[in-house]
């Protein structure tokens, strides 16, 4: 019962070992604020300046999220396609494997040219990080359905529509579940990152762009108060679909046993 | 033979566009009604035949002739794979539900048949579980279930209780029977089981590999109801081992040719 609580709390133990070091570290060494600020100085900062650093946070999030939902639709359309579609598929997924490999930093200098709008061309560099997986997860899930059963479906001479209702997509939603856990994260790393190099044209509001902005004036204390946002909204995500996940599959994908 | 066929082959090959030829020059009928095996060593075409006679697959050349083949789109035709089969994302109502569903029966409308499908075959009470928190004797009980459900004219089964222990494959042998009695479907029951074959068959029919074709019949005549009592009897075990003796006629030149 109690190693059973403390199996449980140990990561948040952890944390806060952790943290009672960092602080302890900080004060005990002198160390200046500007160069490591303790945790409790990053908290004050976020709370003093949370009214200004709200709105970034907010823009960051559109893209996050904007870029998500992108992926999600193309990423599930093309798959579709795809998949009814052999020869399609051949022709394309060099393209989407282009899109992969393609580092988002090297390539969001050349968006940001060609697009007029920063917003739409911080969505596109995000969007090029996050798609891929579900393409290539939802792919691979909408073959993934149990020859016996297309038989089965065959047999009882289902229509296209109960084939792709009632099999191809409860068989492809693990699959799909599993690329979304990874774009989730990915999107927001995406965002950033875009950010952080159109931030340097000093025409954003993003939070990687506040994170640059503070960095120029050696505010310390408010680049780890706006990377503590980031790092929250990420561990939001990962525990959101993971939550997701749970509740999609937990009574018969054998991913969410116990 | 009595009765009017269900089932009729006639000189049926089925070569893959691998070059392998599955089947050769097959000759078989099952009437309406009867229990029919297909006994056979791995490889030699039983499952092929299931699957033209699912229409599944077509042959090469020769005539066959199923229900599922014909234009009636009633689901007069049941599969029983070798493993249940079901959809893990659906529970055993849903996964007993799903030909009904298919046809465009909606779920209240099945509900009595589904039930009493589940009824038949020992799994009443299960309905709302799902299939990963089912045995494997009590998942294959419902792959019958959802075969039944229908009320087919003819039932194809593909080596059913070939991965369950013999406790449960008894159990489900004699319950098998009993639905067959029940509901009167014709039943080709593809096994490499003597033992099994025997014990459920009027009639059964070994077959041979490379290529596949239909080497001998065997009449087990014996009357059904057929129970624990049978399984135990002389004439069973005289049915069994009549049954042996053809097997090894036809094996004997096999192994020669081998050596």
Same mark, same amino acid.
């Given at each position: 019962m109690g190693a059973q609580l403390l199996h449980r709390a140990s990561p948040a133990l952890c944390l806060v070992g952790l943290l009672a070091a960092w602080e302890a570290l900080v004060r005990l060494a002198h160390i200046p604020h500007y160069t490591l600020p303790a945790p409790t100085l990053v908290v004050r900062t976020l709370i003093d300046n949370f009214g200004s650093l709200a709105g970034s946070w907010w823009f960051t999030l559109q893209i996050t999220f904007g870029a998500l939902a992108l992926a999600v639709v193309g990423g599930v359309l093309v798959a579709s396609v795809f998949a009814l579609s052999r020869g399609l598929e051949h022709a394309l997924f060099p393209l989407a494997v282009v899109l992969q490999v393609t580092p988002v930093v090297a390539i969001a200098p050349l968006i940001l040219i060609y697009v007029e709008s920063t917003t739409a061309a911080l969505l596109l560099c995000a969007w090029i990080v996050a798609f891929f997986p579900i393409l290539s997860n939802t792919v691979l899930g909408l073959r993934a359905a149990d020859p016996n059963l297309r038989d089965l479906f065959r047999l009882y001479r289902a229509s296209p529509w109960q084939r792709l209702r009632l099999l191809l997509v409860p068989s492809a939603l693990p699959y799909f579940v599993a690329g979304l856990k990874i774009s989730g994260g990915l999107s927001l790393i995406g965002a950033v990152t875009a950010e952080m190099v159109a931030g340097a044209a000093g025409r954003n509001t993003g939070l990687a762009s506040r994170i640059l902005e503070a960095s120029f004036r050696t505010e310390t204390p408010k680049m780890f108060a706006a990377l503590l946002l980031l790092v929250a909204t990420g561990v939001a995500i990962f525990w959101s679909f993971n939550a997701l996940s749970r509740a999609l599959l937990g009574r018969w994908h054998a991913s969410e046993k116990q | 033979m009595p009765g009017r066929a269900i089932i009729s082959l006639q000189r049926v090959d089925k070569r893959f566009a691998t070059g392998v030829t599955a089947l050769e020059g097959v000759d078989l009928h099952v009437a309406e009604g009867e229990f029919v095996s297909l006994l056979g060593p791995s490889g030699c075409g039983k499952s092929t035949v299931l699957r033209l006679v699912a229409g599944l697959e077509r042959a090469s050349s020769g005539e066959v002739a199923s229900p599922a083949l014909g234009s009636n789109p009633a689901a007069d035709t049941a599969f029983v794979f070798q493993d249940a089969t079901l959809m893990p994302w659906a529970s055993v109502f849903d996964n007993v539900w799903l030909p009904l569903r298919l046809a465009g029966e909606s779920r209240g409308d099945s509900r009595q048949r589904v039930l009493d499908a589940l009824?038949?075959?020992? *799994?009443?009470?299960?309905?709302? =579980?799902?299939?990963? +928190?089912?045995?494997?004797?009590?998942?294959?009980?419902?792959?019958? !279930?959802?075969?039944?459900?229908?009320?087919?004219?003819?039932? *194809?089964?593909?080596?059913?209780? =070939?991965?369950?222990? +013999?406790?449960?494959?008894?159990?489900?042998?004699?319950?098998?029977? !009993?639905?067959?009695?029940?509901?009167?479907?014709?039943?080709?029951?593809v096994t490499h089981s003597v033992l099994e074959s025997v014990f459920l068959s009027e009639r059964v029919l070994v077959m041979g590999a490379r290529p596949g074709r239909v080497v001998a019949e065997v009449v087990v005549d014996e009357p059904y109801p057929r129970g624990a009592a049978f399984r135990e009897s002389p004439r069973y075990h005289a049915a069994c081992a009549r049954l042996h003796a053809v097997l090894a006629t036809l094996h004997a030149p096999v192994d020669e040719v081998l050596r």
């Amino acid at each position: 019962m109690g190693a059973q609580l403390l199996h449980r709390a140990s990561p948040a133990l952890c944390l806060v070992g952790l943290l009672a070091a960092w602080e302890a570290l900080v004060r005990l060494a002198h160390i200046p604020h500007y160069t490591l600020p303790a945790p409790t100085l990053v908290v004050r900062t976020l709370i003093d300046n949370f009214g200004s650093l709200a709105g970034s946070w907010w823009f960051t999030l559109q893209i996050t999220f904007g870029a998500l939902a992108l992926a999600v639709v193309g990423g599930v359309l093309v798959a579709s396609v795809f998949a009814l579609s052999r020869g399609l598929e051949h022709a394309l997924f060099p393209l989407a494997v282009v899109l992969q490999v393609t580092p988002v930093v090297a390539i969001a200098p050349l968006i940001l040219i060609y697009v007029e709008s920063t917003t739409a061309a911080l969505l596109l560099c995000a969007w090029i990080v996050a798609f891929f997986p579900i393409l290539s997860n939802t792919v691979l899930g909408l073959r993934a359905a149990d020859p016996n059963l297309r038989d089965l479906f065959r047999l009882y001479r289902a229509s296209p529509w109960q084939r792709l209702r009632l099999l191809l997509v409860p068989s492809a939603l693990p699959y799909f579940v599993a690329g979304l856990k990874i774009s989730g994260g990915l999107s927001l790393i995406g965002a950033v990152t875009a950010e952080m190099v159109a931030g340097a044209a000093g025409r954003n509001t993003g939070l990687a762009s506040r994170i640059l902005e503070a960095s120029f004036r050696t505010e310390t204390p408010k680049m780890f108060a706006a990377l503590l946002l980031l790092v929250a909204t990420g561990v939001a995500i990962f525990w959101s679909f993971n939550a997701l996940s749970r509740a999609l599959l937990g009574r018969w994908h054998a991913s969410e046993k116990q | 033979m009595p009765g009017r066929a269900i089932i009729s082959l006639q000189r049926v090959d089925k070569r893959f566009a691998t070059g392998v030829t599955a089947l050769e020059g097959v000759d078989l009928h099952v009437a309406e009604g009867e229990f029919v095996s297909l006994l056979g060593p791995s490889g030699c075409g039983k499952s092929t035949v299931l699957r033209l006679v699912a229409g599944l697959e077509r042959a090469s050349s020769g005539e066959v002739a199923s229900p599922a083949l014909g234009s009636n789109p009633a689901a007069d035709t049941a599969f029983v794979f070798q493993d249940a089969t079901l959809m893990p994302w659906a529970s055993v109502f849903d996964n007993v539900w799903l030909p009904l569903r298919l046809a465009g029966e909606s779920r209240g409308d099945s509900r009595q048949r589904v039930l009493d499908a589940l009824h038949l075959v020992g *799994l009443a009470g299960f309905e709302a =579980a799902f299939p990963a +928190e089912l045995s494997g004797g009590m998942r294959m009980r419902a792959s019958i !279930a959802r075969a039944l459900v229908t009320r087919p004219r003819l039932m *194809l089964m593909d080596e059913p209780f =070939a991965a369950l222990d +013999e406790f449960t494959r008894h159990k489900l042998n004699d319950d098998l029977l !009993a639905c067959w009695q029940a509901q009167g479907f014709a039943t080709l029951f593809v096994t490499h089981s003597v033992l099994e074959s025997v014990f459920l068959s009027e009639r059964v029919l070994v077959m041979g590999a490379r290529p596949g074709r239909v080497v001998a019949e065997v009449v087990v005549d014996e009357p059904y109801p057929r129970g624990a009592a049978f399984r135990e009897s002389p004439r069973y075990h005289a049915a069994c081992a009549r049954l042996h003796a053809v097997l090894a006629t036809l094996h004997a030149p096999v192994d020669e040719v081998l050596r």
